[in-house]
């Protein structure tokens, strides 16, 4: 539903610009569900959902600044930024939004903050607004789940074992990468090989999910189990990173397939963080990274 999707997530969209708790509610399903990675908590329900906001003692987050709405189907992103009147940087927010009767049923949100750009890297990238619309990507064939399940499956498998060679042929020859914190473009395959093999304390990757509007596991060759799950051309995966220092950062991944070439991806980083003892009575712990030591 297309069309519906798009509707819902812009009332959603205005509802958080406008800081009115009852018209986000009218537009959640009962059934709910919101999900920290950072944190591993869980929310169930409306209720639980308003104890949280009455009890926190921070201001209430305010939806500042829309980077975009994207989707497809029963699956959409919203990026944006997010500022509470306490004096805090604004953060990057980045919730993967499942639909469900023509309502909001799972909400994934990921908060991260802006970074700088490193000087060893300048050479490989662009520099760009990170709030400026990002274009829009032409998608040239509507993908079967089946068909977009096995690319995404491939792709952040071939991504986890840093397969260049094999990852190539399933970019687009116009094919980029944004990091909107640091306001990075990798601008091609090449770039962004030459990024990594350079990096200082290169990160091992653990993909952790890919969520869309199913789910179905599979283990890579390295052990890794990777959740994957597909809405057309919009893939959403998760992982976690762990550098050479032993710093962790969840990372979210936003992928756009144009036929069935990777088109663009867009990441964003988040640290790991505890969960609040104040929050316990309305969340449940889950492990977002399940089989990963220390997750």
Known sequence: MPDEGRALIDRYVEALRDEDPHKVDRLIADTFVEEWPQSGERILGLANRHSIAAADPQPRPILTRLRRTLGHGDLWVVEFAAERSNGQPPAFVVQSIGLHGGKVGHVTTYVGHAFPAPAWREQWVERFEPFAPPTEIPHEHAMTTEEGETLAKRYVTLDSERAYDKLQPMRHPR?????????????????????????????????????????????????????????????????????????????TNIIEFSGRLIRR?????????????????????YDPFPGQAGS
Not at 237 to 251: C, E, I, K
Not at 265 to 272: C, I, K, L, R, W
């Open 265 to 285: 991806e867009t990441m964003y980083f988040v640290e790991p963080s505890e969960a609040p003892a104040w929050r316990a009575p309305w969340v449940e712990r």
């Open 175 to 251: 094919w980029t990468a944004e990091w909107p914190q640091s306001g990075e473009r990798v601008p091609s395959h090449a770039a962004d090989e030459a990024i990594h093999r350079n990096y200082p304390g290169f990160p091992d990757v653990a993909m952790g999910k890919a969520a869309a509007e199913s789910e179905r596991w599979a283990v890579s060759p390295m052990l890794i189990p990777i959740r994957v799950a597909g809405a057309g051309n919009i893939w959403v995966a998760t992982g976690l990173n762990t550098y050479s220092g032993g710093d962790r950062f969840v990372v």
